[in-house]
């Protein structure tokens, strides 16, 4: 059983308990359900755009503790100065520390740039608790559904207004998603089986990425100059967590980072 296979069978009984507990009524009618969420896509082809989405991660299952110290606030209020492009924020409690009052409390700051819920969806609900606590985006993990759930959540979220980024690790994965149409794909540089970090990944995939798909790459970020590399390869948006969250400011390293690049 890799971790993956772990969490995500945790996963599934920790949401058929929230089920169990909180009806979905309650979810639709809370008063931040109204909002109209930022769209990611707009955010990161905008004029200007630093493609960057800075995540907020306490801890993960390969690293251990990242930062255990830095607040949502100061890290948000950073991340903003840095002008990201958009926020990635864990609300996975058990494998990354994060909780989803942390993206409550971000989008009381962050009232400009989408913030996407990064946690492990293996149920419609988690989508629309997504909604009710704020976020603009949502992340769909090709490995961890059928192409049928991707194709069905896509559309949940959609339906809510939601943006959806489409993770792939292999091009099997990316054949789960070729047909769907006007995607934002993100490939993550880390294997989440076996927690290798290969940025090759990003560049040999993307030629199989149409045209019409918004590219990001993920993780294992940590040189402004791969920022130009991946940029030729034609990706958009770079998501960065522990490059920024291991130093005591993120905020300033991300600021730092962002300067770099332009
Ligand atoms: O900290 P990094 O190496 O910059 O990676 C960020 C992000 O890509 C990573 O946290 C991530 C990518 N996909 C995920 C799925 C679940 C949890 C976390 C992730």
Redesign the pocket.
């Known amino acids: 059983m890799t971790i993956l296979d772990k969490i995500i069978a945790f996963k599934k009984k920790e949401i058929a308990k929230i089920k169990a507990e909180v009806p979905i009524k309650k979810l639709v009618e809370s008063p931040k359900f109204k909002r109209t969420p930022l769209s990611l896509k707009k955010s990161l082809l905008e004029v200007g755009s630093t493609g960057i989405i800075a ?1 907020f ?1 306490r801890q ?1 299952p390969s690293k251990g503790i990242i930062n255990d110290k830095a607040t949502i606030a100061e890290v948000t209020n950073g991340y903003l100065d840095a002008n990201v492009a958009a926020q ?1 924020i ?1 609300t ?1 409690t058990s494998f ?1 520390g994060g909780t989803m009052a942390d993206l409550m409390e971000a989008r009381v700051i962050n009232q400009t740039k989408p913030i996407l819920r ?3 969806v293996v149920d419609g609900f988690q989508i629309v608790e997504a909604k009710a606590i704020g976020a603009d985006a949502i ?1 769909l ?1 090709a490995s961890c559904l059928t192409s049928v759930e991707l194709k069905n959540y896509g559309n949940l979220a959609k339906d809510l207004g939601l943006s959806v980024l489409y ?1 792939i690790h292999t091009q099997e994965e990316l054949d789960k998603i070729n047909d769907l149409d006007d995607k934002i794909i ?1 490939i ?1 540089n ?1 294997n ?1 089986k076996t927690f290798e ?1 290969n940025l090759e990944h990003s560049i040999k995939l993307a030629n199989q990425i149409p045209d019409n798909s918004i590219k990001v790459s ?4 940590s040189d402004p100059k791969i920022i130009t590399g991946l940029k030729e390869f034609g990706f958009q948006g770079f ?5 920024f ?1 291991k130093e005591e400011n993120p905020g300033e390293a991300c600021q730092d980072f962002i300067n770099q690049i332009r």
């Open positions: 995540e991660k993960s990635s864990l996975d990354f990064k946690d492990f992340l993990i993770e993100g993550n880390r989440l970090v993920e993780s294992g970020i998501l960065i967590g522990e490059n969250m």
